[in-house]
């Protein structure tokens, strides 16, 4: 069960059970469902999660996905060009 903290503190601790966030690709945001019903209860102005929802299967699958993918982008060599001698 998700908890407020300290009195004044204004943070949830843990997350909401009844509710998953999922991603939309197509619009870059996130929606927030009702894990008993399936309705979509909102959608987050920006292309940050929820906090205190929990993310479905689906978007812990593609945030592994993309951590793999930018890792390959940083670390990934650039071929070099050989120069041929003109004859």
Known sequence: ?????????????????????VYNATTNRFI???AETGRFMD?????KPFAGVRKSKKVKKKAAADKKA????????KKSKKKT???
């Open 1 to 21: 069960m998700a908890t407020i903290g300290k009195k004044g503190d204004s943070k949830r601790h843990g997350a909401v059970k009844a509710r998953e966030q």
């Open 43 to 47: 959608v987050k102005a920006d292309n």
């Open 70 to 77: 930018d890792a390959k982008k940083k670390t990934g060599k």
């Open 85 to 87: 001698a003109k004859r």
């Open 32 to 34: 927030k469902v009702d």
